[in-house]
């Protein structure tokens, strides 16, 4: 890495552990110049929803926020959230800064993505500009692990519904940039879009959300995810409810099958309740209640040996 952008990170992360530190949550910057396509979104919008919490209608200036664990709790794992909202919106609160909240408070450096949503972009950028975004926040997660005190080959990502399509993406297509992966070194995915084709199998909304009414096969091909899994894909656990009719069990299903067949490593729990987007499922009743201590014991598993 350049000394001039070491310096940079370093100093933003600087400032970033110390609010942390102090009990707010800071942004951290994910590109270290303009970002690409940076004209495609004119402005931030969000708004507050009962019961949901903050929801972004629209970002313009991408970034992640950073929950920090107690010094002496913290652990060697990094997790980048990604929250879901149909490629439209995105349910921060809800899905993101709920999870930050409980990542850290058990020991695991969370980040939560503030990405561009494809819904409200007309150019070219449309299907691209969400997952360049994933991709450069796991850079500056894995730049950032000597500082913040991770390793930089334990990082996750975690995403819900359309958030999980995003996660997905970034665990079956990966960039190399100075020597570093994009691919994340594990993943969790909720109630996940991972399906895309012409018989809208996954999510409809999310499929024109990124996608547009009328895509590109090859596109289409790109984003259907199943299809893209080979033998590099990280480990994956899958969690899904039996109920939910907005993003049907199926997506998880055919995502698992294809990991079992090129011999990753994957774990899936199915839920008889939870319906969609349960997000923390702290209201609700039945085992679905428990699947975040379920997700925080398989991260502990999978490297209780390395």
């Not at 969000?46 to 919490?53: H, M, N, P, V």
């Not at 994957?266 to 039945?286: C, K, P, Q, T, W």
Request: aromatic content about 8%; glycine content about 10%; proline content about 6%.
């Amino acid at each position: 890495m350049r000394p001039s952008v070491c310096h940079r990170i370093l100093g933003m992360l600087g400032v970033a552990l110390s609010l942390s530190l102090s009990g707010q949550a800071p942004t951290i910057p994910i590109y270290d110049t303009t970002a690409p396509c940076l004209e495609a979104v004119t402005a931030d919008s969000s708004y507050y929803e009962a019961g949901i919490g903050e929801v972004l209608a629209a970002v313009r200036e991408p970034g992640m926020d950073y929950y920090a664990p107690v010094p002496r709790a913290g652990r060697q794992e990094a997790l980048l959230i990604i929250p879901g909202g149909g490629y439209t919106v995105a349910a921060f609160d809800h899905e993101g800064t709920d999870m930050g909240r409980y990542f850290s408070a058990r020991g695991v450096h969370a980040f939560v993505l503030r990405y561009r949503l494809p819904a409200g972009i007309t150019t070219d950028c449309k299907s691209t500009v969400a997952l360049q975004d994933a991709q450069a926040a796991i850079l500056r997660i894995r730049q950032s692990a000597d500082s913040l005190g991770y390793r930089a080959d334990r990082v996750g990502v975690m995403g819900f519904s359309a958030g999980g399509h995003l996660a997905g993406s970034l665990s079956v297509h990966a960039r190399q940039v100075d020597g570093l992966s994009t691919r994340p070194d594990f993943s969790l995915l909720v109630y996940p879009v991972v399906l895309m084709d012409t018989a809208f199998s996954g999510h409809r909304g999310s499929q024109h959300a990124l996608l547009g009414t009328e895509p590109d096969p090859d596109r289409l091909a790109y984003f259907n995810l199943p299809d893209q899994i080979d033998s590099l894909t990280p480990p994956t656990i899958l969690f899904h409810a039996s109920d939910d009719v907005g993003v049907r069990p199926r997506n998880s299903l055919r995502y698992y099958e294809r990991l079992i067949a090129h011999g990753v490593p994957a774990d899936l729990r199915l839920y008889a309740n939870g319906d969609h987007g349960f997000a923390s499922a702290r209201e609700l009743d039945g085992p679905v209640s428990h699947w975040l201590e379920e997700a925080v014991a398989w991260i502990t598993q999978l490297f209780v040996t390395r």
